[in-house]
């Protein structure tokens, strides 16, 4: 008897718990996105890894050209970003704080593709590895989802309200394994033209977005490799074309700057002033 009437006791109370379980992912999933931009969460939150820099907060005056983009990535109606720029700038740094700033304040599903699946691991541990320790929000949100989740691996990790997945280009079944709200791309002048013989590695993973069509953000990164078969120059071609600008402190006239060919005869290099 007394056994009975536990159960029925457990039986009724069970749909209750269910009901407040709706109630709060209900309330969770309807809630705006926090206003904070990347610039904000990266000079609040970021810790830079002496693996890659100095180390210290991040600053992004040290790195002004990155502003631009990095604010992009919360601009309403942007979906797309590319960053075609000049190796060792400002591409790789803007993917990762763009990633701290989702996965802390705007959780949701991750995928980040490199060219190969070696390239996704060194990634994980060479640059996301080192930002998850260094910065305290990250390392706190990764370490519980550590503790509750024993499946995290080198490629794919949980935090609350979102995971995190890393990806070779030349896998298409990895490129569409998940539904996923954030894409970053990296190095895609490196991507095979199809992954698999199923179709551009770009074009798999941004199929995976159907569900987060209102708000869904693809992050594309390279160097420019050869003029008219460059993937990142057609991407950059299709995008409204926006470069970084400086004031010029003669004129004050904002412009961007363009590099030209410099040449110097062998017996005038000992005369550049280096200050």
Known sequence: MSSSTSNSLETRKQ????????RRNWHAGTKPSPQVNVVEWAEEFRKLSKESS???KFITSRVEVARGPMLSATEPGVSKITLMACTQLLKTTVIENILGRFIHVDPCPILVVQPKDDAAETFSKDRLAPMIRDTK????LFGDAKAKDAGATLT???FPGGHITLVGSNSPTNLAMRPIRLLTCDEIDKYPLSAGGEGPPIDLAEERQAEFSTNSLTVLACSPTVAGRSAIEASYDESDQRKPFVECPHCQTWQSLEWERVRFEKDETDKIDPN
């Open 15 to 22: 749909p209750c718990l269910n009901l407040e379980s709706l």
């Open 54 to 56: 100095n180390g210290g």
């Open 137 to 140: 929000v990250l390392r706190d």
């Open 156 to 158: 794919h990790k949980q």
